[in-house]
């Protein structure tokens, strides 16, 4: 069995470090939304008008962070991709 060469060692590392980065994006995604969902409970339940407002104000602020980390992960998963495509035995 031969060794693979360093470039197919770095594109092996950088790929596993990627895959680290986007369990960590995902993690968070998910922590981000149960907020969202707590957010729109509060919502949903509460009867006082400047509660109302605080609370959508943070599933606002929850969908905004959602969305721009979701940018963050696609260029992620884009380089995956790109390395992934590029991966040959040596």
Not at 44 to 62: C, K, M, Y
Not at 76 to 89: C, H, K, S
């Amino acid at each position: 069995m031969t060794r693979p060469s360093s470039e197919v060692d770095n594109r092996i590392a950088a790929l596993a470090l990627a895959a680290i980065d986007l369990r960590a994006h995902f993690e968070a995604q998910l922590r981000r939304v149960a907020r969202a969902e707590e957010a729109l409970v509060k919502c949903r339940s509460t009867r006082d008008a400047a509660a109302f407002d605080v609370w959508a104000a943070a599933l606002r602020s929850a969908v905004e962070m959602m969305s721009e980390n979701n940018r963050s992960v696609r260029s992620v998963i884009d380089q995956m991709d790109v390395d992934a495509r590029e991966l040959t035995f040596p």
